[in-house]
């Protein structure tokens, strides 16, 4: 069983930047495929960037050019890299891979 612990969340202004972590224990056969996913308040969850094992990405329009994706299978980390960060970017942040979500992560953004 993966268990996934996500890191990074903060109050942030507009304009600023994060980088959300995600670390994965338990029965790891490998980081190939994650993705982080978003859920605003009074909203549904939605999908934010996707990695997949062949190392293409996908991004969600509203965060393209602004957010990064990225993994490190020696560490067994995953990371969400913010930028540009907009007050609409607020929400709880989750790391998942096959068969695993972590608990979240606040992001709240200031205007």
């Known amino acids: 069983q993966v268990q996934l612990v996500e890191s990074g969340g903060d109050l942030v202004q507009a304009g600023g930047s994060l980088r959300l972590s995600c670390k994965a224990s338990g029965s790891i056969f490998s980081l190939d495929v994650m993705a982080w996913y978003r859920q605003p308040p009074g909203k549904e969850r939605e999908l934010v960037a996707r990695?997949?094992?062949?190392?293409?990405?996908e991004y969600a329009d509203s965060v393209k050019g602004r957010f990064v994706i990225s993994r490190d299978k020696g560490k067994d980390m995953g990371y969400l890299q913010m930028n540009s960060l907009k007050p609409e970017d607020t929400a709880v942040y989750y790391c998942t891979m096959p068969g695993a979500w972590g608990r979240g992560t606040q992001v709240t953004v200031s205007s």
């Open positions: 990695l997949s094992s062949d190392g293409s990405t």
